[in-house]
């Protein structure tokens, strides 16, 4: 019988693990303590089977992971805020993911197609090249973008957890029993990571974008917008294949070199978290399948 295949995300101190319909959160408190939080999620795929077909199960899975991430941020904040202070209510968490979706959608989306506009009178009649420079270029800016977060001080203990999670994640995998020892020797990149999977979907919208012409630069950033479910679903679907067939392994080789910026070395108290989180999770499966 496989092992599960669990998913995972950093949050504020602490690590969310996923497993089907199975949610947890461990969070380092103040008090040096590990809160838990537990969750029976309802993917769209159990209630509506068509959710399940290739490509659609994808940009479902996209955003549903966007959802998570959200809720699960404010989860971990409140978990991790010292008692004296105000909790972070939902409002305030839906405009600061707003205001941070609205940056993402001009910095990777509007800025690029506004700079190549430097170059339309040279390549006019070359709408291809000028779909693959706009690609290039928003691939740029994700790269220096992911450079210089992984510069800040303040994201270095967030990227340690990252890497905590695919430490434990590894170490579940391999078979052996979940102890910080045991996790400590495996690495901090892993092939199902959220930044292989970006990646993927930059080099993918590069590609797709290019058959679709070069109107104008609303129509373009309404049209690339409009495409990104697709292009998610598309990645989504890569993924898949690079975990099953080696031939498409290949695939994931650059973002596990991207890894190295957004994961840190973390240490026994981080790897502790992450265990408690994976064995929460895998304890709801167990349960679910007695």
Known sequence: MSKPRIGGQAVIEGIMMRHQNRLAVAVRTPANEISLY?????????????????????????????????????????L???????????????????AALLLGIGLFFLLPTLLVRFFETTLTSQQILLNLLE???????????????SRLKEMQRVFAYHGAEHKVIACFEAGEALTPENARKYTTLHPRCGT??????????????S????????????????????????????IQLAGRYRFFRSLTAPGLWLQRLTTREPDDA???????SIEAVLAGVNQREV
């Open 38 to 78: 537990e969750e029976t999620l309802h993917p769209l795929g159990e209630k509506y089977p068509v959710f399940k077909l290739p490509i659609l199960r994808g940009v479902v899975a996209f955003i549903e992971a966007l959802v998570i991430g959200v809720r699960t941020l404010t989860i971990s904040a409140n």
């Open 80 to 98: 991790a805020m010292p008692e004296e202070e105000e909790e972070l209510s939902g409002w305030q968490l839906t405009l600061t993911v707003g």
């Open 211 to 238: 058959f679709f012409g070069w109107p104008d630069p609303l129509q373009r950033l309404l049209l690339r917008l409009a495409l990104l479910p697709l292009v998610a679903g598309i990645s989504y679907e890569l």
């Open 135 to 149: 690609g290039c270029i928003r691939l740029c800016i994700f790269l220096l973008y992911l450079f210089l977060v």
């Open 196 to 209: 292989s999977f970006l990646l993927i979907v930059m080099t993918v919208s590069i590609v797709l974008f």
């Open 270 to 276: 981080q790897l502790e978290v992450a265990i408690k």
